[in-house]
């Protein structure tokens, strides 16, 4: 089973900056991707980005190109979501999530990300 630890979340102002990190352990090689989502308060939950486990494909959602980027450090057995120029809209709970050869998704626990006006 793989487990998924979130961190990075918080407050910040519009255009500032935010990187989450979502730390993976467990059966690490059954991950095939790994994503970032977010849900935001009344609606459902969209996907943001990812990132391939072993090369080098990543998808970014159209609200995000060109202000979020995705990377993963293999050896910490990590994913990043660089988070720039942040607007209100972004405000959300992100999750991080891996599909996994044998269970399919696993979740992380979320993290709260607010961006104010």
């Known amino acids: 089973q793989v487990q998924l630890v979130e961190s990075g979340g918080g407050l910040v102002q519009a255009g500032g900056s935010l990187r989450l990190s979502c730390a993976a352990s467990?059966?690490?090689?059954?991950?095939?991707?790994m994503q970032w989502f977010r849900q935001a308060p009344g609606k459902e939950r969209e996907l943001v980005s990812s990132?391939?486990?072993?090369?080098?494909?990543?998808y970014y959602a159209d609200s995000v190109k060109g202000r979020f980027t995705i990377s993963r450090d293999n050896a910490k057995n990590t994913v990043y979501l660089q988070m720039d120029s942040l607007k209100p809209e972004d405000t959300a709970v992100y999750y991080c999530?891996?599909?996994?050869?044998?269970?399919?998704?696993?979740w992380g626990q979320g993290t709260q990300v607010t961006v104010s006006s």
């Open positions: 467990g059966r690490t090689l059954s991950i095939n991707f």
């Open positions: 999530a891996a599909e996994t050869t044998n269970r399919g998704r696993i």
């Open positions: 990132i391939s486990w072993r090369g080098s494909s990543t």
